[in-house]
Every structure is written in structure tokens, then in C-alpha cells.
């Protein structure tokens, strides 16, 4: 990879990534109801890093205006955030008339600064009284997110055009219910397959709402809808095994070709749907589901990146829980690690992944919805001016990553554009406040503050020449 400067194309978008829970705080006004990030505060706030839960946000809630301010005078065009279910519908599935006035509000600030506003529906925050119900497991459940994702288009179709089903529709299922390490603390493989096939019908159902409604002329003629993923290049060790290779099959096919054959084909992949049966993991699936499913294809596609999967073939066929296990994780000698993480830095992977899209799904547009570095020490060094120093790890971290991506164009990849994750500093669920990401501080000592960190120049400069020095 050179080192020599390189350009973007010139309708090439940068922008900020956030969500409504990490951002908003706020966490009862409008009559906001409890989301499951809110209960597993209420319920154990140890549980999250300095004991700061879900009602801190980073303050936009009072600060949208400034905040998009901030963005445009950085350069940037777009921002994606995201609608909080459990402030814009009432108890009863309804409209709440507070929340609704609140997002108008946000999206009127961002006009006046000139920043687009991406929208996302879902981002990990259910309400709690519908988790009670049932979860994405329950049909009445993926109903009422339709109706969610209905009310949502017909109150801000006009004002909006990049619309979002979900955000990492695979870190739900394996989160909560697979992995054990977000509320409510599952281990149950099977039931992390069922709620992904939940999210799948909601998605589709989603989709199925915003195509009749801009049919009938509720929403934008130009607006597009599309879902976000954080897709997983996969790698395995250099001499693989057939069995490594398994591993990777079943990797990839669970984490992105699952969600990639379902926004480009309407369907869910066969070879994955036959290994999980093979090892006793049935989905629910009822008569209808494949006409829903079908008409989950979207407009185009975002792509988070952090970190590549390396996997090789499982030591063992099932786990202390009973499920089974497809793949172990293979430690690469070679990996560069963000320690403050524990997620490895491997910027090539966004290329890897790019041309492997081109080649599979060429017909698929999509942009770089989330991509950043969260940094524990990062508020430890100041320049002369006050500024948090963070240039040696946040520039190379990003500059690394659109050299890849710049490649990956040049070779014929269909992406659009690239949105920060968290440019300015913001809530990372159980982590809380460790970790920094931004170009923009947040002084949580006085009032939530911003100021630019020192990276912030160079971010500037980026996103108004195109070019990535
Ligand atoms: C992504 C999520 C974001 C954000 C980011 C960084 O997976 O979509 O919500 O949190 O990861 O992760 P964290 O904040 O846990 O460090």
C-alpha cells in the first residue's frame, strides 16, 4: 500500500456515525419508555464501566444544533443516527406526539447546518415491555416493529431520504442471546438463530412499508432504504484444513452472507440453513415467511468495519452449554491490536471485504457506515493548545483504512461514502465512557463541553479536498 497521498472521487461523502441511545441521554423525557439498555441500568449499573448506564448520552438531546454545527464546519456532509423506538411510540404501538415533535426538531437543525441526516430504526434498543413479550422471537413483536418502522416513514418521509431497517442486525442474537455478554446473559445457540430470523422477518416487513408507502406518494420519491451491517472479512491460518475452511463457511455464511443474500435476493442462505439443521438448529419458520422474506431487498448497504474474523476449525463439537460450535478463534501471530478494545486493527480487511462484495453482489451499492478507534489513554496527552493529542493513533487509523478503501474503488467496489464512527466522543454501552473515539472531545467534568481534538485538522482536511494525506 503506497504511502503517497491519494484522492476520493469527488462525489465521495464523509460523515458522522451515531445512534439515539449513545447520543440523546434524556433517557425519560417525552415520555420516553424504558429500552433494554435502560432496565439493565436500572437493574445493575455496576454492570457498566464507572457505573455510567444509559441515561448519559453524550447530551445531543439539548446540543443537536451545535453538535451539527461542529459536523459541517468539520467538512462533513451527512450524519447517521437513529430514531429511538421507545421514544417515538407510545406503550400502546401508537405515535407519541413528544417524541415525534423531538425528532422533527433534530432533523430541522441538521437542515439548517446543512448536514443530511442518515436514519437508522434500530440500534440494540427494543423497549423493555416488548422484550417482556417475547423478544424478536415473538411474532407479535416483529409486528409491532413494522408498525414502528410504518409510523416512522409516514411521519418523517417527507424530510428524509436515507432510511435504515437496523443496525448490526447480528450483534443482537449473539450479544444477548449466543454470547451471554449483554442482557439478558443467554448461552443458547438455538435461540440466538431464532431472534436472527425474527430480525429478518422485521427487517423484510420494513422494507415491505416503505415500498407502499412511497407508493403512494407518503415519502420521498428519492428516498432509499437499506440495512447496516458490521460484516466480517474472514480469515483463516495460510495452510487451511478442510475442516478451517467449514469454519469459515459457516462464519461467513451466519455473519454476512446471511444479511447480504437477504438485502440482494430476498432469501436466506441454503447451504447455512442446511448445516444448522444438520447439527439440530431449526428456524421458525412459518407458511408466508419466504413471501415476506422476499421482499427484504434493499437500495444499498452500509458497512461497519472494525476488526477482520480469524477462525479455524473447532477443538470440540459442542460447548459446556450444548451448542454446538462451528468454528474457535485462531490467533494470528501477526495481528496489530487496539489494546483499550481488544479488536484488531487490520485496515486491508475493508478492501478484502470490498472486492469480495464487488465479486459476489455487483450489483450492490453501499458506503462505510462505521469505522473508528476507541482509545482509553486518549484524553491523557494535551498539545500546548489544550487539544486531546491523539494524531499518531486516530489520523494512521483512519488514513490506513481510506487507502483500502480508495483501492477498492479504483478496482471497481461500489462505495459511496464514509461515515466516523462517534467523531465526537459518545456512550459505548458497557464500556461506557472508557474508550474515546472522537475528533471531538466531550468533557463529561464540565457539562458535556466539546472541543476539537488535534486530529480534528486533518479530518477537516480530508473531508474538503478528498484527499488523504
Ligand atoms: C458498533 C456499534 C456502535 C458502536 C461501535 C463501537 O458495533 O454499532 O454502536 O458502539 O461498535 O463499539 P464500542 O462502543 O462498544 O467500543
Redesign the pocket.
Known sequence: MTDQPITLPDDFFFGAAM?GP?TEGMWQAHGKLENLWDLWSNRDLRAFHNRVGSYAGNDMGTRYAEDFRILADLGLSSCRTSIQWSRLMDADGRLNPAGAAFYHDLFAAAREADIEVFVNLC??DMPSYLFRRGGWESREVVEAYATYARTAFAEFGQEIVHWFTF??PI?EPEQRYEHGGWYPFHHDFAQARRVQYGISLAHALAVDAFRELQAAGAMRPDARIGLIN?FTPPYTRDDPSEADLEAVRMVDGLHNRWWLDLVTKGTLPADVIETLAERGVTLPVRAGDEAILSRGVVDWLGF?Y?QPARVQAPARGFDEWGNPVFADRYVWPDAVMNQS?GWEIYPRGIYDFAMTMTRDYPELDWFVS?N?I?IEEDRAARTADGEVDDLAYRVSFVRNHLRWVARAIDEGARCRGYHY??VIDCW????AYK?R?GFVEVDLMHGYDRRLKASAAWLRQVATTHVVA
Not at 459505548?428 to 464500556?431: E, G
Open positions: 445512534s449513545q440500534h440494540f443496525n448490526e450483534v458490521c461497519n472494525y478494545r462505521e473508528g476507541g464512527w462517534g459505548s454501552w458497557v464500556n474508550n473515539y
